[in-house]
T-cell receptor, first 114, second 116 residues
């Protein structure tokens, strides 16, 4: 079991550029979550999917953010255009069955927008 | 809407001393409660969870937490901490919706520093 895989680990980009974060969940997990972690706001739930379908995107901060899950083994979080205040660590997590099964987190993508 | 409060952002404690990390939640419906731990440059890992049954739950490394419905609390305790317990600890809640309990919300976290 390779765990949840996120790429890239670090991303540095300039304001206005498009950023795409990627996530491969654990095989067989039906749930996928995207979280953002900052010192000021802690760990915020952005969006989550069940069986590839977005269930709740109320945490997505603005229209600049979008997330997709085209199949059970891949999800993307896109920011277009990026802004300095988007700088954070973005985590992807998957779960077999919430809440009885735990969330398995990836190691995160540290995004810096200059 | 649910929310999770962790009153202490930082808790320094000497090695082998006891520690309590506080967590309170607000919810008008039934909830499931969790503690996750995050080590530097890593994602979060489940430490323990309360789903139902006994209100006292334990982890394999000596932590325990007690669900108190009347006080809407789920405080984490350990009688004797070790250097390796130094990490960020997050309390989380999953609130019942019409069909499921699948939205997991995290508290702001408590940074536990164990002093040799």
């Amino acid at each position: 079991d390779a765990g949840v895989i996120q790429s890239p680990r670090h991303e540095v980009t300039e304001m206005g550029q498009e950023v795409t974060l990627r996530c491969k969940p654990i095989s067989g997990h039906d749930y996928l979550f995207w979280y953002r972690q900052t010192m000021m706001r802690g760990l915020e739930l952005l969006i989550y999917f069940n069986n590839n379908v977005p269930i709740d995107d109320s945490g997505m901060p603005e229209d600049r953010f979008s997330a997709k899950m085209p199949n059970a083994s891949f999800s993307t979080l896109k920011i277009q255009p990026s802004e300095p205040r988007d700088s954070a660590v973005y985590f992807c997590a998957s779960s077999l069955r919430v809440p009885v099964s735990p969330l398995h987190f990836g190691n995160g993508t540290r995004l810096t927008v200059t | 809407a649910q929310s999770v409060t962790q009153l202490d952002s930082q808790v320094p404690v000497f090695e082998e001393a006891p520690v309590e990390l506080r967590c309170n939640y607000s919810s008008s419906v039934s909830v499931y409660l969790f503690w996750y731990v995050q080590y530097p440059n890593q994602g979060l890992q489940l430490l323990l969870k309360y789903l139902s049954g006994s209100t006292l739950v334990e982890s394999i490394n000596g932590f325990e937490a007690e669900f108190n419905k009347s006080q809407t609390s789920f405080h984490l305790r350990k009688p004797s901490v070790h250097i390796s317990d130094t990490a960020e600890y997050f309390c989380a809640v999953s609130e019942g919706s019409k069909t499921s309990y699948d939205k997991v919300i995290f508290g702001p976290g408590t940074s536990l520093s164990v002093i040799p």
